[in-house]
């Protein structure tokens, strides 16, 4: 019997590009199968644009320095000023447009920060359970986590200088924690299957362990509650706006603008109603995308490559 094989050399496997592509394209299928998601991500995406290219396409920039015009003071909406102006004549679209800068630079930063200290902490408690490192992490994060967020934000933040980079401090402080519960419950689980103890009787290091082998399956549910938290962060980082700890006059911020137009209702709304409709634009395009993030990355708990 005649049999030909085939040299090794000539058999077709997929290179990475390839792998990458139809992957990718499986992943964006699931995801735009969400017409909703599709909708938040265009929304994210608009309001990222704007802030990038706002000192471009805003009508006038210049009102979101340090800028006065009572001669256009508190005009009502117009084509002249889309969304009116403010009691100083700086017109509220404009101001919006460069506030969102702050709100996206805040979530981003927050985010950057308290994920991998939450997802390190996480990692660490949950594979040496048991022990003491795991009771004193557990124990802090509890302790953070017993705090309602908004509360603690505000206890920070008060005794700080207000400001943006305080804000972001203030903020960061208490969101690790949620970062660290999520990553000890799945870490505690991981940490009992065959592939991580086929690492450690071959001597692999506790960082490889950690690492490569625990934190790969965790990453779809930390990249899911990153994208649905986005929202939360710009909607805390609005509060503290709001009560005079965030970002400071004359640079523009949504919290605060809302919290200028309430001393002026029911006269002038469009001073609340529109950086107010502004947060709620914002949020809703993140949770959407959120939602679209969370079903592109749905697969099994346990998946190990």
Not at 133 to 158: C, E, G
Not at 251 to 260: C, E, F, I, N, W
Request: aromatic content about 12%.
């Amino acid at each position: 019997m005649n049999v030909n094989l085939q040299p090794a050399s000539d058999i077709n496997v997929p290179s990475f590009a390839a792998r990458f592509k139809e992957g990718f394209r499986k992943k964006w299928y699931k995801f735009s199968r969400n017409k909703l998601s599709v909708a938040g991500l265009v929304i994210v995406l608009a309001i990222v644009m704007a802030a990038v290219l706002a000192p471009y396409i805003t009508p006038y920039p210049e009102h979101a320095g340090k800028f006065v015009d009572y001669g256009n003071a508190s005009l009502a909406p117009s084509a002249t000023h889309l969304f009116g102006t403010d009691i100083f004549g700086r017109d509220i679209l404009s101001r919006i447009i460069f506030a969102f800068r702050g709100a996206l630079l805040m979530a981003v930063l927050v985010l950057a920060i308290a994920v991998p200290v939450g997802v390190f902490l996480g990692l660490l408690a949950g594979y040496y359970k048991g022990s003491l490192l795991d009771t004193i992490i557990m124990r802090v994060t509890d302790i953070f986590l017993s705090v309602p967020p908004l509360l603690l934000a505000l206890a920070i933040a008060a005794v700080l200088e207000p400001n943006l980079t305080n804000a972001m401090i203030a903020i960061t402080v208490m969101w690790w924690p949620w970062y660290t519960r999520l990553v000890y419950g799945m870490a505690t689980s991981l940490r009992n299957e065959y592939f991580v103890t086929a690492a450690e009787l071959i001597g692999a290091s506790k960082f490889h362990i950690l690492f490569r082998e625990i934190l790969p399956n965790c990453l779809s549910p930390i990249f899911t509650k990153m994208a649905l938290d986005v929202g939360w962060v710009i909607l805390i980082g609005a509060a503290l706006s709001f009560v005079g700890l965030g970002e400071q006059p004359p640079t523009p911020a949504l919290g605060q603008m809302v919290s200028d137009g309430t001393r002026y209702m029911p006269d002038l709304w469009w001073m609340t109603v529109f950086p107010s409709l502004a947060i709620a634009v914002m949020i809703l395009g993140f949770n959407l995308l959120g939602d679209g993030v969370r079903d592109m990355l749905a697969k099994g708990e346990h998946d190990h490559e």
